[in-house]
T-cell receptor, first 116, second 112 residues
Framework: DAGVIQSPRHEVTEMGQEVTLRCKPISGHNSLFWYRQTMMRGLELLIYFNNNVPIDDSGMPEDRFSAKMPNASFSTLKIQPSEPRDSAVYFC????FGQGGAETQYFGPGTRLLVL | GNSVTQMEGPVTLSEEAFLTINCTYTATGYPSLFWYVQYPGEGLQLLLKATKADDKGSNKGFEATYRKETTSFHLEKGSVQVSDSAVYFCALLNQAGTALIFGKGTTLSVSS
């Protein structure tokens, strides 16, 4: 398996622009997670989906952030408009969640976002 | 609520030294516990896990024992290598069993 795939790996944009981050989870996994990592705040869970449905978005910083999962093999995290304080590494992770509970989360390589 | 506390870093060691990274948690019940490792420029990888009290997780020479009495899951390795230099994250599975709660991470730097 190719693992969790994220694109782009690096993104540089100007304040006010729209940014879209993409994620392809591991085939067969039914849970998908978006995290943000910064030096100041560490690793933060933004939102997670189970069976393509958002379960908990309490970590989404504000209305400028939105996430979708239109099918089991694709998710996007959108920031509109972007601000310099959004600069961070954004990780996507996936796992299988069943009656036995959640299994190991597998992380993608991350998207390094810089907003100027 | 659930939370994980890790020792502040960075931890700087010489090759072949003994490593301990402390991790304690606050949770309802006895959640599954994890250690993840992040090498420079990469995503997090599962290092080891323990799903119940007194379990010992181990991988690549690293070990951690689930201690419910002290609510701890300290990571240890008897002899570190330069290639172990990375950031280590302790985590627990939330009560619903749906998401991980991570500590802030501890940076380990090993020199030869």
């Amino acid at each position: 398996d190719a693992g969790v795939i994220q694109s782009p790996r690096h993104e540089v944009t100007e304040m006010g622009q729209e940014v879209t981050l993409r994620c392809k989870p591991i085939s067969g996994h039914n849970s998908l997670f978006w995290y943000r990592q910064t030096m100041m705040r560490g690793l933060e869970l933004l939102i997670y989906f189970n069976n393509n449905v958002p379960i908990d978005d309490s970590g989404m910083p504000e209305d400028r952030f939105s996430a979708k999962m239109p099918n089991a093999s694709f998710s996007t995290l959108k920031i509109q408009p972007s601000e310099p304080r959004d600069s961070a590494v954004y990780f996507c992770a996936s796992s299988w969640f069943g009656q036995g509970g959640a299994e190991t989360q597998y992380f993608g390589p991350g998207t390094r976002l810089l907003v100027l | 609520g659930n939370s994980v506390t890790q020792m502040e870093g960075p931890v700087t060691l010489s090759e072949e030294a003994f490593l301990t990274i402390n991790c304690t948690y606050t949770a309802t019940g006895y959640p599954s516990l994890f250690w993840y490792v992040q090498y420079p420029g990469e995503g997090l990888q599962l290092l080891l896990k323990a799903t119940k009290a007194d379990d010992k997780g181990s991988n690549k020479g690293f070990e951690a024992t689930y201690r419910k009495e002290t609510t701890s899951f300290h990571l240890e390795k008897g002899s570190v290598q330069v290639s172990d230099s990375a950031v280590y994250f302790c985590a627990l599975l939330n009560q619903a069993g749906t998401a991980l709660i991570f500590g802030k991470g501890t940076t380990l730097s090993v020199s030869s």
